[in-house]
T-cell receptor, first 110, second 114 residues
C-alpha cells in the first residue's frame, strides 16, 4: 500500500525566503505526482503535475522535482510571499489510486 | 482550464437526515470522479471512485449504504450522506479525471451535522 509522507508538517518563514517542501512515497511504481495548495476552508488548487517520466516541472516561482527511484519529490518556492501561506499537499497517482500526504502548513510572514 | 464545481459549499443538517452533495465537471467529460473526506488536521482520504454508468467502488471501511454515490452522466456525480450523524461532520471534496490524467478538484463541501 502506498504511503506518502510530507516533511515538515509546518513551516514558518519570513517573506522573501526560498523554501523547499519535501514529499516521499514508498511505492515507486507511480504514474504521476501532483502538488496541490489548500487554503483554509477551501478546496484544492493544482499547482504542478509531474509525469513519472519527467524529472521536474516549473510554474512561475514554483519548481517541483521528482526522483521516482528514491521515492522523493520536492516543491521549491522562490521568493516566498504572504499570499503563499497555505497547506501544500502532494499526491501520488498509482494504477487506480491517488494517495495524499498529510500536507505541509506554510506560513509566510510579512 | 478545467473546472469542477461542487455544491453546496457549506451545509448544516440535523442528525438523522440525508444530505446530497453534487460534483460537476463544467467544461470536460469525466468518466471517473473521486470522493474524498478530510477530518481536521488529517490528510484527504479516498472514500470511493465513481465511474459513469456503473456502481461506485468504495474504499475499505466506507459504508456504501451510508454514502450513496451516483454518477449518472459524464459531468455529474453525487454523494448522499444518509441518516447523517455528528461524526459525519467533515470536509468532503470531489475530483474528476480530465485530460492527460490531470485530476481537478472541486472547492469542497463543509458538512456539519447537528
Amino acid at each position: 500500500k502506498q504511503e506518502v509522507t510530507q516533511i515538515p508538517a509546518a513551516l514558518s518563514v519570513p517573506e522573501g525566503e526560498n523554501l523547499v517542501l519535501n514529499c516521499s512515497f514508498t511505492d515507486s511504481a507511480i504514474y504521476n505526482l501532483q502538488w496541490f495548495r489548500q487554503d483554509p476552508g477551501k478546496g484544492l488548487t493544482s499547482l504542478l503535475l509531474i509525469q513519472s517520466s519527467q524529472r521536474e516541472q516549473t510554474s512561475g516561482r514554483l519548481n517541483a522535482s521528482l526522483d521516482k527511484s528514491s521515492g522523493r519529490s520536492t516543491l521549491y518556492i522562490a521568493a516566498s510571499q504572504p499570499g503563499d501561506s497555505a497547506t501544500y499537499l502532494c499526491a501520488v497517482r498509482g494504477y487506480s489510486t491517488l494517495t495524499f500526504g498529510k500536507g505541509t502548513m506554510l506560513l509566510v510572514s510579512p | 482550464g478545467a473546472v469542477v464545481s461542487q455544491h453546496p459549499s457549506r451545509v448544516i443538517c440535523k442528525s438523522g437526515t440525508s444530505v446530497k452533495i453534487e460534483c460537476r465537471s463544467l467544461d470536460f467529460q469525466a468518466t471517473t470522479m473521486f470522493w474524498y473526506r478530510q477530518f481536521p488536521k488529517q490528510s484527504l482520504m479516498l472514500m470511493a471512485t465513481s465511474n459513469e454508468g456503473s456502481k461506485a467502488t468504495y474504499e475499505q471501511g466506507v459504508e456504501k449504504d451510508k454514502f450513496l454515490i451516483n454518477h449518472a452522466s459524464l459531468t455529474l456525480s453525487t454523494l448522499t450522506v444518509t441518516s447523517a450523524h455528528p461524526e459525519d461532520s467533515s470536509f468532503y471534496i470531489c475530483s474528476a479525471r480530465g485530460g492527460r490524467d490531470t485530476i481537478y478538484f472541486g472547492e469542497g463541501s463543509w458538512l456539519t451535522v447537528v
